[in-house]
């Protein structure tokens, strides 16, 4: 009997146990639904709140990842008009993922503008690109920028480098592009319209940076180490955006992945820009020498350059001494960067919009012939040669719908998608926005363009008309059509921009009719500029 209430007793305490147990795991899955459903319906309320679920420790990332899959910029593009032009994303809580999101031309006009010295580039930013541009004027902020700022925009504006610009295009596109167009033809070959006219300005941009011709664009496009190096540091540099910054600085400290093939990269860079840089000390030095003897020796000529290089080797620093060698390679590559690719990607974009648009192609060829009619009739009717045909800085100017085409496409299709600013003080954007200090902000240019609030209904037409009013060609407020940023920091190649958009399409377009291949896939690539991911393969046909 003992012994059977004793086992009675242990299989009691057993059962007790068991039922604790049971009762415990019962409460902790209880507990675990519970939690799971006040997480859902917490993301569910934000989601209602800010457009995006918010889930523990990752934030919106997954809503972001989804995006990644098909089209980023379309993606942001639905979030900003569900949120009326403003939302807040919140990234994982380990990463730098936590930014405010704007289209609002309100807002871009309080922080390029109004509040320009509020949001400056910041230090997360400067940190990422400093091994690529180091101090150059693309990466500076304050007093450094504003030092670049003044005697680059004296440079830029000023008849000597001008000059310069116009010659190196004129040889650019006559010498080298129109020849490669001719070959494709000839050939009956297809060739990929954004390799070339990325070739084309590069080449454009080294001689106006550097006053030295790296050579891409060649018969065989070959490939060019100095432009392949530039080219793969930038992909690494962005790389960095989507790292946690402690391991991009370990992999960095390390030497390992892509932070190995950035510093191999850099290295290249670097040694082009200081070959260029030692180059020209030893020419500048010559003529000096020449120039104090050239009393004596009439043949020999001073070095008359009006490349930036040469001209910031001409200037002094706040102590009066000489920019060191590193400071010089950091304006030439910040130059490069800023004009490497933007004006070809848009180009790239604005011809295969023209496919799907001949009507606005034949407006453009119509206007464009009308400039060599005109020359006849200077020259009494006198035909003019098709090959001898070099448009001018004056006739450029007179083409409103040419200007109005590419305008359109750079809206649509914007060579910048997106840019940031970081705010150095507790701020609000106009639109209620609250932004706290160390906020970073993102403002999408790419979905500017797609905002009936901003362009009206028909947003997403390619409708150049909407940029001419009596057919003359006519602007709109930078903090509405942001290609090119805005206030201080407005694009200082812009003008130079247009010009150089504007005559490589009428020097093409006059002469050729260029067709895009059949079935070639086009959308955006993810990175700093609006490539498009497969190029853009085209053929090219003789116009009458
Ligand atoms: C279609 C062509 C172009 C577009 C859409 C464009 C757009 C832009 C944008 C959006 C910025 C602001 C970037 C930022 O601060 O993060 C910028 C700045 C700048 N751009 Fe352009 N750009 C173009 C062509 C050029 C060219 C050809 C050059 C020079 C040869 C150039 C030189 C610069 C410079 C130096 C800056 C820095 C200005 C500063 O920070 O003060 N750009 N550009």
Not at 216 to 240: H, N
Not at 369 to 378: A, H, M, N, Y
Not at 500 to 513: C, D, E, G, N, P
Request: a positive charge; one cysteine or more; aromatic letters at 10%.
């Amino acid at each position: 009997m003992s012994s059977a209430n004793h086992t009675s007793s242990v299989s009691d305490a057993s059962d007790l146990i068991t039922a604790s147990m049971y009762f415990r795991e019962v409460r902790a899955f209880e507990l675990f639904v519970a939690v799971a459903i006040f997480v859902t319906i917490r993301s569910l309320r934000k989601k209602k709140h800010r457009g995006l679920a918010v889930w523990p420790v990752v934030g919106m990332l997954p809503s972001l990842l989804l995006g990644l899959r098909h089209d980023m910029y379309e993606w942001i593009t639905t979030v900003l008009i569900k949120q009326n032009g403003t939302f807040k994303f919140q990234g994982p809580a380990f990463t730098n993922l936590q930014c405010v999101v704007t289209a609002d031309p309100r807002n871009l006009e309080h922080l390029l503008k109004t509040n320009f010295s509020s949001f400056p580039k910041g230090e997360y930013f400067r940190s990422i690109l400093r091994d690529l541009l180091g101090e150059g004027i693309f990466n500076a902020d304050d007093e450094e920028w504003r030092r670049q700022r003044k005697a680059a925009s004296t440079e830029f504006h000023s008849p000597a480098f001008r000059a310069m610009t116009v010659d190196s295009l004129v040889e650019l596109v006559h010498a080298r592009l129109l020849p490669v167009l001719d070959e494709s033809y000839s050939k009956n070959e297809s060739i990929d319209l954004q390799d070339v006219l990325l070739r084309l300005t590069f080449d454009n941009v080294c001689m106006i940076a550097f006053g030295a011709d790296p050579g891409c664009l060649r018969p065989g496009l070959p490939e060019i180490p100095f432009a392949k190096a530039f080219e793969d540091a930038t992909t690494a540099t962005v790389i960095r955006f989507v790292t946690p910054t402690a391991i991009w600085k370990a992999l960095r400290f390390l030497n390992l992945f892509h932070e190995r093939s950035l510093k191999n990269c850099l290295t290249a860079v670097d040694d082009f820009a200081y070959k260029v840089i030692g180059g020209r000390k030893k020419e500048l030095l010559a003529a000096l020498d020449a120039s104090k003897s050239s009393a004596t020796d009439e043949s020999i000529i001073p070095c008359s350059r009006s490349d930036l290089l040469t001209v910031f080797m001409g200037l002094k620093d706040d102590q009066g001494s000489a920019f060191s060698d590193k400071f010089l390679r950091d304006i030439c590559v910040n130059f490069i960067l800023a004009g490497r690719d933007t004006s070809s990607v848009a180009l790239t974009w604005f011809f295969w919009l023209l496919s799907k648009n001949p009507s606005v192609e034949e407006k453009i060829v119509k206007e464009v012939r009308g400039l060599v009619k005109e020359r006849e009739i200077l020259r009494e009717g006198k035909v003019v040669d098709d090959e001898k045909i070099i448009f001018s800085p004056e006739e450029m100017k007179n083409v409103p719908y040419l200007q109005a085409a590419l305008s359109e496409a750079l809206r649509l299709y914007p060579s910048v998608p997106v840019d940031h600013k970081e705010v150095t003080a507790d701020q609000v954007f106009p639109d209620g926005t609250v932004l706290k200090k160390g906020t970073k902000v993102i403002y999408a240019m790419y979905s500017m363009g797609r905002m009936e609030s901003i362009w009206g209904e028909d947003c997403r037409k390619y409708k150049p008309e909407r940029w001419l009013k009596n057919g003359r060609f006519s602007s709109e407020s930078a903090y509405k059509f942001t290609a090119f940023n805005g206030g201080p920091r407005l694009c200082l190649g812009k003008d130079f921009a247009y010009y150089q958009m504007k005559f490589v399409a009428a020097s093409i377009l006059y002469r050729y009719r260029v067709n895009v291949v059949k079935k070639h896939p086009v959308s955006p690539k993810l990175a700093l500029t609006m490539y498009m991911s497969h190029g853009l393969k085209v053929t090219v046909e003789r116009r009458n």
